[in-house]
């Protein structure tokens, strides 16, 4: 079992950049799907981007493809998003998940993962 803590969300202006981690423990990150998701008020869960534990094959939603990157530092346990070129509609409550077998086709949703971190809110003002 891995514990996930979520950091380094906040407030900012639109354009700006943030670094999200999601640090693990109790089991090493390295075997693991790893995702970021995020949830505003009122609205589903919906997905932001993931990384496959092996390959380095990473996935995006649409409306971040160009600004944000998920990667991934095993020898930290860590996981991050950066995101670049912030808009007011990535305000959010930003959650981290991982899980060891994810399948392809649930790479993008939630269900396909069963660890998840306590969350941090990143909100842009305009």
């Known amino acids: 079992q891995v514990q996930l803590v979520e950091s380094g969300g906040g407030l900012v202006q639109a354009g700006d950049s943030l670094r999200l981690s999601c640090s693990a423990s109790g089991r090493t990150l390295g075997t693991y799907n790893v995702a970021w998701f995020r949830q505003a008020p009122g609205l589903e869960r919906e997905f932001v981007a993931a990384l496959r534990r092996s390959g380095g094959y990473t996935y995006y939603t649409d409306s971040v493809k160009g600004r944000f990157t998920i990667s991934r530092d095993n020898a930290k346990s860590t996981v991050y998003l950066q995101m670049n070129t912030l808009k007011p509609e990535d305000t959010a409550i930003y959650y981290c998940?991982?899980?060891?077998?994810?399948?392809?086709?649930?790479?993008?949703?939630?269900?396909?993962?069963?660890?998840w971190g306590q969350g941090t809110p990143v909100t842009v003002s305009a």
């Open positions: 998940a991982a899980s060891q077998t994810t399948i392809l086709s649930n790479t993008r949703s939630p269900g396909g993962y069963n660890f």
